[in-house]
Structure formats: structure tokens, C-alpha cells
């Protein structure tokens, strides 16, 4: 990892000084074509730290801002339409797609160019078709251990070769034609499907599809094969000052080719963002400031203060922020403090490692255990405790607001205690004479929970599930790890017990089910749980437009879920954002990860 840090003086509503860190990229501001202004300054904050700035390395969503910021995909989303609406970014249009849905043709616009760095050796670097087929093959390259090698395997023509064959020599051959990912010509990418999916198009608007350029890779590339901190795309942003862990300053590229602010509002309320922002050349922010404030209380003073300029509120803050019908406080309104709030494309859920030792396994006494922890942890209490309202109970993998969902599904695992126990002493899961359950061999039985950080939140959280896991004599220890560890940890199968979420890559149920297919094992599954029934139904899924005839699988995947219980689903969040009086423009958006090239600051009066 680089770990690039840059020196400025920093004030709140200007950072003109790292107009001079731009010759570090050798950006020419006399030649700046963006209309942002660097004395617009929106500072913002993230819970927790991001883990590096490479799109085929990074999972978090917090990283995911600034690839947004820095990286184009072919598709991203329109900025107000509801339901989400794919729309071109790089691309000329929406794929031309075949008759049999296998072959997707996408044109490039001409004209788009890579921020200048040393490894272009002063020259124009043109965003061309191969650009995309490198980043794809990126995605794929077993060697580089991607997260998001989902979005392709298995869904290309003609990828398992060249896959088997960089496991075997350990070099993936970049260079090898692939019949499903082809470039005719410099403006043109050719994908063939190996069968119809729907949802692909909205896979090329996730940010790990954004492109990056062969040159910059193979010339910064560290021993994992990643460049984490020397992101080079076209976007309208650049990483111009990181301190991992503690503080990144975006700064808008000035060779970017900008764009009017073109959007119509889906509903009305969102008619006056449209009468600020319409005709607009955007970018207006010029630098994005963001700090990494872990206890959400500091953040929260901070905002009040006039620190932050957006700040998500989570945990006990929305109750210290809206009254009970979920508008702003008075006190509030009357600063002119803004709201933005929606019910998020996501989920909370708890989840066991199948491949653990301890809680792992399919047989019938791994089950009940699982089954009986999912039945003493109470939804309600989770909601009210840690989320303070702000959350809605979620019976089922698929939540609110996405295709497939099923507004009168209900999870067949009740909460009872009593029930929990039982079952537990069933399957002679008996209790010692030091008050704590045994594994039916007679060995001590302790889980163990993985908090994903050390904050206030996460140590509630690990609190409120020891005390609920304590009623059924289930012995809980904690074992707190920094939130990148975490991640990893997940991704090689060496969690026992832990929570997590998940926020929608695109708006559709396929993006939450396929978080417990089987080939997705060190990528998004990280319950590492594999059912080969599971597994026919998803890839059965894959095939079928939104409809009845896909719902039906949907019940059938949500059933197999509970049945095994490798998962507790608990609760669907809402997105709840304050912002400034100076900020207009600004909506959180249920996709996109950063709106901050949506929005524009007013001077402060």
C-alpha cells in the first residue's frame, strides 16, 4: 500500500493549497476544464476506515465513495429517478443485447481521458474499449484474489481456460483472447454471456467495473498485485492527500470533461432540488474533505459545530436529531439544517461460519445450535437498542425497495427463548456445573463474536448479544479486530460468529441472494456456506426476469436459508443525512455510494 500524505494548512471552507498538489499528478490547472470551484469545500465523515483505492481489491463501501469519485464505469444511475434508473457514464448508450440476451455490444465515447500521470509520459491518455476488457479480466484474475470476481465468473463465455490455467502457472495470460470479452475496435467491447442475465447491465455500473488503465497497474502494482493509493481514472475527482485509516482529500480533476445537471424529479418533493441545480455545469465541489470519526458522537458534535458539511446519522443519533413522525427537530429546522432520509437497499444480518469447526456443519446438531442462537436473539431489541428506531425488522435476504422483494413474506425461525432451549437440550447440548451449555461431546462450548470494530456501537452490540445468548446458557466471549482485519477475516473463512451488512450494488434481489451461493466463498459469502440445492436455484434465478416465476425461487433460497440457518436476518436501515443550509442539490441517492458530483455549495452569508 502507498501511503501517500501530502502537507497543507486546512480551512473550513477552502483548501486553495492543494490547487498546488496537483503538479504531484501532473495536472495543468491553466488548462482545467472542470468547472469546479476549489474554494467549494464539502467535508464529510466515515464511520469507519476505508481499506485501499483499487477497484478489483476493495469490498467496503466506504472505499467505494472514492472509487465512485475517481473511477467510470460504462453505466451509473440517474441521480433522482425512482425507482433507480441505469443510464450511459462512458458508454454512448444502453447495450445493444442480441435476441438470445447472450451478446452485449457497448460503444465508448470518444473523447475521455485518463488523469495525466508520470506513467503517460506526457501524453493524452484516451479511456478506450480495452481499457474496460483489462479491468474485466482484472476482476477475474484468480491470482488477484478479487471480492468481486462474482460480477464475471461464471457468466462470460470462455473464462474458465484462461482461469485454470493462471492456477496452475500462477500468471494470468491478460493477453489471451477471451470469446466473452472482446474490443473490434478502439470504441467498442463485445461481452457474450454464457446464458441470459438480466441484471447484467446493472453489474457494469457497480465501481468495481470501473476502468483503470494496464500502464498505471503493471507500474504501481505492489506484491499483491493491487494499487491501493495511486488511483488513476477518469473520473471527476483525484486522491490529492491520504492518511490511511484518518483522512482523504479528494480534489476535482481538472481536465475533467464535466457535465450539465440534466435530471427530472420523480416525486415532488424532490421539484426544488431541481430548480436550484438545473443547467448547472458540474462539478461545482471542488475539494471533498473526509475525515474518519469512528464514534459517531464525535461526528455528530462536530456537524453541530459547523465541522461537516454531511453526516450520516446512525445508531442512537437519529432520536437525538428527529421527532417520532421522522421529521427534524425545531431547533434544527430552524438553522436551516436539511434532511435526506431513506429506507436503504440493505440488510443487517448475523451470520455463523459453516466451515467453523464449532458452529459449522450441516448435520442436525450444528443446525440446532445455529437455529437456537437465531431464535434467542430478539429483531426488536436490536432495532430499539441499537439502532434507536431507525430500522425496520427484515424477515427475509431480500429487503424494501429492491425487485423481488416480498412485502408478506415471514421468516419461519420465531423469537423464543423458551423454544431455543428446548432445542437445544434435544440435541444434548447439556449444561455444566459451571451454568454454561456443553457440545453434545461433553468439550466446553464458547462462541466467539467478532466485532468489527472497537467502537461504542460495536461493543453494545457485542453486549446486547452476550446477554441475549446468556439466556439460552450459551457462553459468549468478544473478540474485537480493526474493521479492515474484519474483512478479510470474512473472506477466508476464519470468523466464528459476527454481523454484517450489505448495501445494494444494484437494485435488484440478485444482489442479496447471491451472498450465500456457494461459488461466492471468499468473495461475498462469508457465512461459507455451500448447498448444492441453494445453488441450483440461484443459478435457475439467474435466468428469469423479475416476475412470479422468479419469486417463487426467491421463497424457496429464503426457506433453505432458515432451514439450515447459517444466517439470522435482522433488520433493514434507514439512511438518515443532515446537511447544511450552504449545501443544495443534495438527496441521498439508495445505489450510489457519493453524491458530492450532484450537489453544489453556496457561500456562506
Not at 540 to 549: C, H, N, R, T
Amino acid at each position: 500500500m502507498m501511503k501517500q500524505n501530502f502537507k497543507f494548512s486546512i480551512s473550513p471552507y477552502g483548501l486553495a493549497l492543494l490547487l498546488g498538489a496537483a503538479t504531484s499528478f501532473g495536472v495543468s490547472v491553466a488548462e482545467a476544464k472542470s468547472p469546479a470551484d476549489p474554494k467549494k469545500v464539502l467535508r464529510y465523515a466515515f464511520p469507519v476506515a476505508e481499506t485501499g483505492f483499487d477497484p478489483v481489491a476493495t469490498q467496503d463501501l466506504y472505499s467505494a465513495h472514492v472509487l465512485y469519485s475517481i473511477f467510470e464505469t460504462l453505466y451509473t444511475y440517474d441521480y433522482l429517478a425512482s425507482p433507480a434508473k441505469l443510464v450511459p457514464k462512458t458508454a454512448v448508450a444502453l447495450p445493444e443485447v442480441s435476441a438470445d440476451g447472450l451478446t452485449y455490444t457497448i460503444r465508448i465515447k470518444k473523447g475521455i481521458y485518463f488523469t495525466p500521470d508520470p506513467v503517460f509520459k506526457g501524453k493524452p491518455r484516451e479511456l478506450t474499449a480495452a481499457d474496460y476488457a483489462y479491468s474485466f479480466k482484472r476482476l477475474i484474475d484468480p491470482n488477484l484474489h478479487s471480492p468481486n470476481s462474482w460480477l464475471f465468473e461464471d457468466k462470460l463465455v470462455g473464462i474458465e481456460p484462461l482461469i485454470q490455467q493462471a492456477g496452475k502457472t500462477g500468471k494470468f495470460n491478460y493477453d489471451q483472447p477471451i470469446a466473452g470479452i472482446q474490443t473490434p475496435d478502439r470504441y467498442t467491447l463485445v461481452l457474450r454471456l454464457r446464458e441470459p442475465n438480466h441484471n447484467f447491465p446493472m453489474l457494469l455500473a457497480h465501481q468495481p467495473t470501473g476502468a483503470v488503465a494496464r500502464e498505471v497497474i503493471e507500474h504501481y502494482r505492489d506484491k499483491a498485485g493491487y494499487v491501493m493509493g495511486r488511483p488513476v481514472g477518469t473520473g471527476p475527482y483525484v486522491l490529492a492527500h491520504w492518511t490511511p485509516g484518518s483522512r482523504i482529500i479528494l480534489k476535482a480533476n481538472p481536465d475533467y470533461r464535466g457535465f450539465t445537471w440534466d435530471f427530472k424529479a420523480s416525486n415532488p418533493e424532490d421539484q426544488k432540488i431541481v430548480q436550484q441545480m438545473q443547467g448547472k455545469k458540474m462539478p461545482q465541489v471542488g475539494v471533498v474533505d473526509i475525515q474518519v470519526i469512528e464514534e459517531s458522537q464525535s461526528g455528530w458534535l462536530s456537524f453541530q459545530k459547523d465541522g461537516l458539511d454531511l453526516f450520516t446519522l446512525d445508531g442512537e443519533l437519529p432520536a437525538q436529531a428527529l421527532q417520532s413522525d421522522g421529521s427534524l427537530k425545531p431547533e434544527l429546522a430552524k438553522k436551516g439544517i436539511q434532511l435526506s432520509r431513506i429506507l436503504d437497499p440493505s440488510i443487517d444480518y448475523m451470520y455463523w461460519n459453516i466451515q467453523n469447526p464449532v458452529v459449522g456443519g450441516l448435520s442436525k446438531e450444528k443446525i440446532a445450535l445455529r437455529r437456537a442462537m437465531s431464535m434467542a436473539i430478539s429483531k426488536e431489541k436490536f432495532i430499539t437498542i441499537l439502532a434507536k428506531g431507525n430500522a425496520q425488522k427484515l424477515e427475509s435476504p431480500i429487503p424494501y425497495g429492491v425487485a423481488g422483494h416480498d412485502p408478506n413474506y415471514k421468516s419461519s425461525i420465531p423469537y423464543s427463548v423458551k423454544a431455543a432451549n428446548l432445542l437445544l437440550d434435544r440435541y444434548n447440548y447439556k449444561v455444566g456445573k459451571d451454568g454454561w451449555r456443553t457440545l453434545p461431546d461433553g468439550k466446553p462450548l464458547v462462541i466467539e463474536f467478532m466485532p468489527s470494530t472497537s467502537s461504542a456501537r460495536s461493543m453494545q452490540m457485542a453486549e446486547l448479544l452476550k446477554k441475549e445468548l446468556t439466556n439460552i446458557k450459551i457462553n459468549m466471549v468478544s473478540k474485537p479486530v480493526p474493521f479492515a482485519e474484519g474483512l478479510k477475516a470474512e473472506k477466508q473463512c476464519k470468523t466464528m460468529f459476527k454481523a454484517s451488512a450489505w448495501i445494494a450494488d444494484y437494485p435488484d434481489a440478485d444482489n442479496f441472494v447471491q451472498l450465500f451461493y456457494g461459488n461466492n466463498i471468499h468473495a461475498t459469502n462469508h457465512t461459507c456456506f455451500k448447498l448444492p440445492e441453494y445453488d441450483r436455484l440461484y443459478e435457475q434465478s439467474q435466468k428469469l426476469d423479475d416476475g412470479p416465476e422468479r419469486d417463487l425461487l426467491y421463497r424457496k433460497m429464503s426457506r433453505l436459508l432458515e432451514f439450515y440457518s447459517p444466517v439470522q436476518f435482522m433488520s433493514t436501515r434507514y439512511r438518515t443525512v443532515v446537511v447544511q443550509p450552504r449545501v443544495i442539490g443534495y438527496k441521498k441517492h439508495p445505489v450510489l455510494p457519493a453524491e458530492w458530483m450532484y450537489i453544489d455549495i453556496q457561500d456562506k452569508k
